[in-house]
C-alpha cells in the first residue's frame, strides 16, 4: 500500500490549508485513515482519524474545533482541512492507514506515507 500526502506549504497564522493523501490501495474503503504530525524534535502525534464510510471521525483536542477530516472513497483519498492555523501547528503531517477500530497510537498504523511540511508562521 502506497500512501502519498501532498498540499503542505508555508502559511500565517490564522490561515487555512487543505492537506490531501490518496492511497493506491483498491481496497482503501475498508480503511481507517488517520493523520499524525511530527514536530521538529518531537514525537510524532495523532491529529484526526475518519472510519472506512466517513462517517465516524474523532480528533486530538488541540485541533478540535479547528480541523476536519474527511474521505472520498471514489478518489481513494483523505482530506484534512485545517482553519486558524497556529504557530504549533507547524509540523511534517503525514496519513496513515489502519484495519480495525479507532485508535491514535502510532503503532497501531501498519500503513505510513511520507509526510508534507506545514509551516505556521506568526
Known amino acids: 500500500v502506497q500512501l502519498q500526502a501532498s498540499g503542505g506549504g508555508l502559511v500565517q497564522a490564522g490561515d487555512s490549508l487543505k492537506l490531501s493523501c490518496t492511497v493506491s490501495?483498491?481496497?482503501?474503503?475498508?480503511?481507517?485513515m488517520g493523520w499524525f504530525r511530527q514536530a521538529p524534535g518531537k514525537e510524532r502525534d495523532f491529529v484526526a482519524s475518519v472510519s472506512w464510510n466517513g462517517v465516524d471521525s474523532y480528533y486530538a483536542d488541540s485541533v478540535k474545533g479547528r480541523f476536519v477530516i474527511s474521505r472520498d472513497n471514489a478518489k481513494n483519498t483523505v482530506y484534512l482541512q485545517m482553519n486558524s492555523l497556529e504557530p504549533e501547528d507547524t509540523a511534517v503531517y503525514y496519513c496513515?492507514?489502519?484495519?480495525?477500530?479507532?485508535?491514535?497510537?502510532?503503532?497501531?498504523?501498519?500503513?505510513w506515507g511520507r509526510g508534507t511540511l506545514v509551516t505556521v508562521s506568526s
Open positions: 490501495d483498491h481496497t482503501f474503503s475498508i480503511y481507517r
Open positions: 496513515a492507514g489502519r484495519r480495525g477500530a479507532q485508535s491514535t497510537r502510532v503503532d497501531a498504523y501498519g500503513s
